[in-house]
């Protein structure tokens, strides 16, 4: 058989399964399916949480946890657009790649930071250093009183650049911060401790071996077996202590839900809560997407499943099946979700919590 033969084959196979799957959905009563997912326990307590994080910082407990997203604004890319810059041909899983490329550049010569620095390269090769972002801004607010009171936490970082060290060198007074991203880095007292947990590649200075970053599947793994190292340590105290809020984050990272998870069932909470700020899907991009599938399908283009199937019903109950499931998932790890519209309601939450 040919490869356009099997090609052909492959794409009727897939019709067939959309066409069927299209079926299955004209059939289905949407209010029916609405009583059955699990219960939005979050819906609409947005006020009730800002309360309690509000108290959190007046504890000064508050600890935030950034992701990819915060860093977006900048033209940095995340960890999986920073191996597509390395693996243009072919597209394997992130962390399959990450082990390749770092065994890659430890044999191509003897200093065993070429990836690191490759890497730091590409992290900063498109950077806009005119970016504005008031995410950031609102995040640089909550670190202008160091040794005052009220102060947040810390800062746990994911990500590999610096960002918020820059935004604080770059304000006209004096902010008393520690980047920490190695055994031994301790904040000195009144210090704000900014945890890089993957590691750490500043733009600027020479690299050593606590710069070592958590991108290729080995590290990942000593990482993730030695549930005692400083990274893992400090995650787990912050979890089990102190009121987190994750921003920027898709909780998707198996080593992060398995220390939430140790540090909810295991070591026994303090009675904390953890927030996480998560957009909503957007109910127009749903239909789009359905329309799309609709169109690419010859035989549902005027095919009375088209005609049965109510775009409209079908989107909004798509939502909720996505939003429920969500959020029980982060439930599931002691989170309770923020759910916002829009990324630009990040700072307006941010300002709140500081008041």
């Not at 070429?114 to 390269?121: N, P, S, Y």
Request: include cysteine; charged fraction near 30%.
């Amino acid at each position: 058989m040919s490869i356009k033969s099997i090609v052909q084959l492959e794409m009727e196979n897939n019709n067939q399964i959309i066409k069927e799957l299209f079926e299955k959905i004209s059939r289905i009563d949407p209010d029916k399916v609405k009583r059955e997912l699990p219960k939005q326990k979050t819906r609409g307590n947005n006020d009730e949480f800002i309360l309690d994080l509000q108290k959190g910082f007046k504890d000064e407990e508050l600890t935030l946890m950034l992701g990819a997203g915060i860093s977006a604004s900048y033209n940095v890319p995340s960890w999986d657009n920073l191996l597509q810059q390395f693996t243009k041909l072919f597209n394997p899983n992130s962390l399959i790649a990450g082990r390749y490329l770092q065994k890659y550049y430890t044999k191509k010569g003897e200093n065993n930071l070429a990836f690191e620095e490759q890497v730091r390269k590409l992290l900063y090769s498109n950077i806009d250093k005119k970016a504005q972002s008031q995410t950031i801004n609102e995040i640089i607010n909550f670190c202008v009183a160091p040794g005052k009171s009220p102060n947040i936490d810390s800062i746990i970082t994911y990500n590999y650049d610096d960002i918020i060290e820059n935004s604080l060198d770059n304000l006209n007074i004096d902010i008393d911060y520690k980047s920490i991203y190695g055994v031994g880095m301790n904040p000195e007292k009144g210090q704000i401790p900014i945890y890089h947990v993957h590691g750490y590649l500043p733009r600027k200075g020479k690299l050593s071996n606590e710069n070592i970053i958590t991108l290729g599947e080995n590290v990942y793994h000593e990482q993730y077996s030695d549930v005692y190292s400083w990274n893992n340590l400090v995650q787990l105290n912050k979890f089990r202590e102190k009121t987190c809020l994750f921003i920027g984050i898709s909780l998707a990272d198996p080593n992060m839900r398995r220390l939430l998870d140790i540090a909810r069932l295991h070591l026994g909470s303090k009675e904390k809560n953890h927030y996480i700020i998560k957009r909503r899907n957007n109910l127009e991009n749903i239909k789009i997407q359905l329309d799309k599938l609709l169109e690419s399908n010859e035989e549902l283009k005027n095919d009375k499943v088209r005609a049965n199937l109510k775009l409209d019903e079908t989107s909004d109950l798509l939502k909720e099946i996505f939003e429920s499931f969500e959020e029980n998932d982060t439930d599931s790890f002691g989170l309770k979700t923020i759910w916002i519209d829009d990324f630009n309601e990040i700072p307006l939450i941010l300002q709140s919590i500081r008041k």
